[in-house]
């Protein structure tokens, strides 16, 4: 059974930036995409980022441009660097594992606030 452990949420100023991680542990078989969503309060679950194994990537528009997905080269952590953070990017970011055979696992979420 995958799981996943996010990190490196916080508080920091528009503009600024951060890199979040998540590190998935157990047996990773092939799998159709790992990514980043994110939760507003309020406000419906959405993708931010998605990443294949073969390193395609998808980018929600909101975010095309200032976030960068990637991950190790064992495929086991994906990163999201966060730069030019705006006050609408304040949400709760969730690491999602999609399995081919569809199985879905989700990380328990780490806050990311941006504000003065």
């Known amino acids: 059974q995958v799981q996943l452990v996010e990190s490196g949420g916080g508080l920091v100023r528009p503009g600024g930036s951060l890199r979040l991680s998540c590190a998935a542990s157990?047996?990773?078989?092939?799998?159709?995409?790992m990514g980043w969503y994110r939760q507003a309060p309020g406000k419906e679950r959405e993708v931010v980022a998605l990443?294949?194994?073969?390193?395609?990537?998808y980018y929600a528009n909101s975010v095309k441009g200032r976030f960068t997905i990637s991950r190790d080269n064992a495929g086991s952590t994906v990163y999201l660097q966060m730069n030019s953070l705006k006050p609408e990017d304040t949400a709760e970011y969730y690491c999602?594992?999609?399995?081919?055979?569809?199985?879905?696992?989700w990380g328990q979420g780490t806050q990311v606030t941006v504000s003065s």
């Open positions: 157990g047996t990773i078989s092939n799998f159709v995409n």
């Open positions: 990443i294949t194994p073969s390193v395609s990537t």
């Open positions: 999602r594992y999609l399995s081919d055979s569809d199985v879905i696992i």
